[in-house]
C-alpha cells in the first residue's frame, strides 16, 4: 500500500489567453481517504482534476498518481486513476454497456477482466443497458459517466461537482457508491464541491483552493473547528465588573456596552452560553449572533497566507 494516492508538486496552469488558473499548487492525497477538494466557481478546481485526469495540460510543475509520475509513466499514471468529469460530454449514440465497453477498450482492459454488467448494476443502469445516450435522464448520464470511469479499475476515483444539479435521491445513490468503493475496495476518492455539508458528511481530509492556490489542507474534523466558530454578541442591561466565564467559551468586551461570547457549535450549544450569562446574573437587554460562513474562513485564510 502506498502512502500517497497523489502528490503534487508546483503545479502551474495558464490558458491560452493568459488565464492563470493554478498559481503553484502543492497537495498530498492520503491513500485510501476520501478527500474533499473545496473552493467557489472559479477557484481552480476542474483545472486540477482535469491536470490529473490527463484531459488538460499543465504549464510547470509535477503530478505523481499511486506513485507514477505523469510526465515519466503517463501510460501508467493513467490507468491509475479514473474521472467523473463535471461535464456531461456522452457519445449520444452510443449505449451505457457500449460506452463502458468503448471506454474499457480504450484503456486496454481485456475482455475476460471487463466488468460491464456488475457496473451497470452498480449504477442502476441495468435496464437502460441498451437505451441510446440522447435517450438518457441528466441524472442517468451522470451516473453512466460514474460506471465509465470505473471501467480500468483504478486505484483513484475523481469526482468534479458530481451532486451540483442533481436530485436528493442521485445524491444519495452516488455517495453510496462512494462509500462502497472507499470501504470495501480501499479506493481513494477525491471529489470537488462547493457544498461544504458534503464535504463535512463524506472527506476524511479538505483541501480549500481560492483563486488558484491553496488556502488549507487538514482533517475535515479541524477546518470545521475553523468553520463552526459562532459568536454571540449581547448588550448587557449592565456590565459586570467579572466577566463571566465558562469551558468552551471566549468572554470579550466590545465597544458600545457588548460582550462578544465567541464559542464552536459542534462543542458548545447555544443554550450552554446563556446558561454561562445567567448564572453571572446578567440580564440581557438585546442579543444576536455573528458566524463564520465559508467566504470568511476563504477570506482569513488568504488574509494568513
Ligand atoms: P472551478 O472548477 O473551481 O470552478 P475552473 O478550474 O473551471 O474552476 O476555472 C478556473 C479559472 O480558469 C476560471 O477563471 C476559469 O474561467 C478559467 N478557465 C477554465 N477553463 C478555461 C479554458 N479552457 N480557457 C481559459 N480559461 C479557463
Ligand atoms: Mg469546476
Same mark, same amino acid.
Given at each position: 500500500m502506498r502512502d500517497d494516492a497523489i502528490r503534487i508538486e508546483g503545479l502551474r496552469k495558464v490558458y491560452d489567453g493568459g488565464k492563470e488558473a493554478?498559481?503553484?499548487?502543492?497537495?498530498?492525497v492520503p491513500a485510501g481517504s476520501v478527500f474533499g477538494l473545496l473552493g467557489p466557481n472559479g477557484a481552480g478546481k476542474s483545472t486540477l482534476i482535469n491536470i490529473l485526469a490527463g484531459l488538460v495540460v499543465?504549464?510547470?510543475g509535477r503530478v505523481t498518481i499511486w506513485g507514477w509520475d505523469q510526465d515519466v509513466n503517463p501510460r501508467? @499514471?493513467? %490507468?491509475?486513476?479514473?474521472?467523473?468529469p463535471q461535464e456531461l460530454n456522452l457519445d449520444p449514440f452510443f449505449t451505457p454497456r457500449g460506452a463502458l465497453e468503448v471506454q474499457a477498450g480504450l484503456y486496454g482492459v481485456p475482455k475476460s477482466q471487463r466488468r460491464s454488467e456488475e457496473i451497470l448494476r452498480m449504477v442502476g443502469l441495468e435496464d437502460k443497458a441498451e437505451a441510446y445516450a440522447r435517450t438518457l435522464s441528466g441524472g442517468m448520464r451522470r451516473r453512466l459517466l460514474l460506471g465509465k470511469a470505473l471501467v480500468h479499475h483504478p486505484r483513484v476515483l475523481v469526482l468534479d461537482e458530481p451532486t451540483a444539479g442533481v436530485d436528493i435521491e442521485l445524491r444519495q445513490m452516488l455517495w453510496d457508491n462512494v462509500r462502497k468503493l472507499n470501504r470495501e475496495r480501499g479506493m481513494t476518492i477525491i471529489l470537488?464541491?462547493?457544498?461544504?455539508e458534503e464535504a463535512e458528511e463524506m472527506c476524511d481530509e479538505i483541501a480549500i483552493i481560492n483563486h488558484g492556490a491553496l488556502v488549507a489542507q487538514d @482533517?475535515? %474534523?479541524n477546518l470545521l473547528g475553523q468553520?463552526?466558530?459562532?459568536t454571540m454578541v449581547i448588550e448587557p442591561e449592565e456590565m459586570p465588573d467579572t466577566l463571566p466565564q465558562a469551558d468552551g467559551i471566549t468572554v470579550e468586551r466590545r465597544d458600545g456596552g457588548q460582550l462578544a461570547l465567541s464559542y464552536h457549535a459542534h462543542k458548545t450549544r447555544a443554550e450552554d452560553v446563556l446558561a454561562m450569562v445567567r448564572e453571572a446574573g446578567i440580564l440581557i437587554r438585546?442579543?444576536?449572533t455573528e458566524q463564520a460562513d465559508l467566504q470568511d474562513v476563504f477570506l482569513s485564510l488568504t488574509r494568513s497566507a
Open positions: 493554478l498559481k503553484g499548487v502543492d497537495l498530498t499543465k504549464t510547470e501508467q @499514471s493513467r %490507468a491509475s486513476i479514473g474521472v467523473m470537488t464541491t462547493h457544498y461544504l @482533517s475535515t %474534523a468553520l463552526d466558530a459562532k438585546d442579543v444576536r
